[in-house]
């Protein structure tokens, strides 16, 4: 089974960092890209970052980018997400989420519970 | 960027109602689109990628369509636990891009 396990969620002031983790298990984790996907509270849905299985290849949305930074330990099964310089917009439920390819131009299949990050004085 | 608008926003249905939401892409992204159920307080649950084909697990009741820049989802006969928000992801391009949401209430 699937097991996708965030952590590192908290209450973090403007400008602050924070990093994320991804415990990922039930699956060949070194096999499949992996995004981060985040949802601010009672808003939709909103795609953050994705690297490829290898660690090789990442992509960010524009707001994110130069601020965050996504990366993994294949040895470890753990995905991380570093957040710096964190402003009021970065607050939401944070998931780690699977896809089912190499690459991450494919859809998602699996998601964790989520880890809310709050960033607030 | 493409944009994914997704209509409605929100509607009310009874049990046993046919249900349809669907999903527009600014630019045309093939089949590359996937649907997701989302409870309150979860993670969203995956229905339907490819834009038709079904997840395993997943009742027959749902069902995708569209190809291009439009697509459906439709729920044929709606159960007491499909009552939740629906998003549409398209995976053609990145950034990937969620729809804004349909949420289904009770009637």
């Known amino acids: 089974e699937v097991q996708l396990l965030e952590s590192g969620g908290g209450l973090v002031p403007p400008g602050g960092s924070l990093r994320l983790s991804c415990a990922a298990s039930?699956?060949?984790?070194?096999?499949?890209?992996m995004s981060w996907v985040r949802q601010a509270p009672g808003k939709g849905l909103e795609w953050v970052s994705v690297?490829?299985?290898?660690?090789?290849?990442?992509y960010y949305r524009d707001s994110v980018r130069g601020r965050l930074t996504i990366s993994r330990d294949n040895s470890r099964n753990t995905l991380y997400l570093q957040m710096n310089s964190l402003t009021a917009e970065d607050t939401a439920v944070y998931y780690c989420?699977?896809?089912?390819?190499?690459?991450?131009?494919?859809?998602?299949?699996?998601w964790g519970q989520g880890t809310l990050v709050t960033v607030s004085s | 960027d493409i944009q994914m608008t997704q209509f409605p926003s929100s509607l009310s249905a009874s049990v046993g109602d046919r249900v349809t939401i669907t999903c527009r892409a600014s630019?045309?992204?093939?089949?590359?689109l996937a649907w997701y159920q989302q409870k309150p307080e979860k993670a969203p649950k995956s229905l339907i990628y490819?834009?038709?084909s079904l997840q395993s697990g997943v009742p027959s009741r749902f069902s995708g369509s569209g190809s291009g820049t439009d697509f459906i989802l439709t729920i044929s006969s709606l159960q007491p636990e499909d009552f939740a928000t629906y998003y549409c992801?398209?995976?053609?391009?990145?950034?990937?891009?969620f729809g804004g949401g349909t949420k289904v209430e009770i009637k």
């Open positions: 989420a699977k896809h089912p390819e190499t690459f991450g131009d494919s859809v998602i299949d699996y």
């Open positions: 039930g699956f060949t984790f070194s096999n499949y890209a």
């Open positions: 690297i490829s299985s290898s660690g090789g290849s990442t």
């Open positions: 630019q045309g992204i093939s089949k590359w």
């Open positions: 490819a834009a038709s």
């Open positions: 992801l398209q995976y053609n391009t990145y950034p990937l891009s």
